[in-house]
């Protein structure tokens, strides 16, 4: 079973930054596949970035390409999603989901909902205009 704590959202004005932040529990962090979506009011939720167990390969939506970086710290049982030059259309809450633990070998990303075991509580991110 792994918990999953997302921290950093909050109402920033458009063109601000973000870092958002999940702490994940237990010891197999490392291999766990990660991922954030978000989802706004009344829309289902949708994939935003991607990250593989080893962090070297990334993967994200393309409307947040170049804006959002996902970046992971095995030493510490978190990944982060680094938001820059925020619209107020990135205005949802924001999930950090991770994938059952996988011992294979190789490097994958994950971007279905429904790739993902365990998900967070979410964070509120609110773009003011």
């Known amino acids: 079973q792994v918990e999953l704590l997302e921290s950093g959202g909050g109402l920033v004005q458009a063109g601000g930054s973000l870092r958002l932040s999940c702490a994940a529990s237990g010891r197999t962090f490392s291999f766990n596949a990660m991922g954030w979506f978000r989802q706004a009011p009344g829309k289902e939720r949708k994939f935003v970035a991607a990250i593989s167990r080893s962090g070297d390969i990334t993967f994200y939506e393309d409307s947040v390409k170049g804006r959002f970086t996902i970046s992971r710290d095995n030493a510490k049982n978190t990944v982060y999603l680094q938001i820059d030059s925020l619209k107020p259309e990135d205005t949802a809450v924001y999930y950090c989901?991770?994938?059952?633990?996988?011992?294979?070998?190789?490097?994958?990303?994950?971007?279905?909902?429904?790739?993902?075991?365990?998900w967070g509580q979410g964070t509120q991110v609110t773009v003011s205009s």
């Open positions: 989901a991770a994938r059952r633990s996988e011992y294979f070998r190789g490097s994958y990303v994950y971007t279905k909902v429904n790739e993902y075991d365990y």
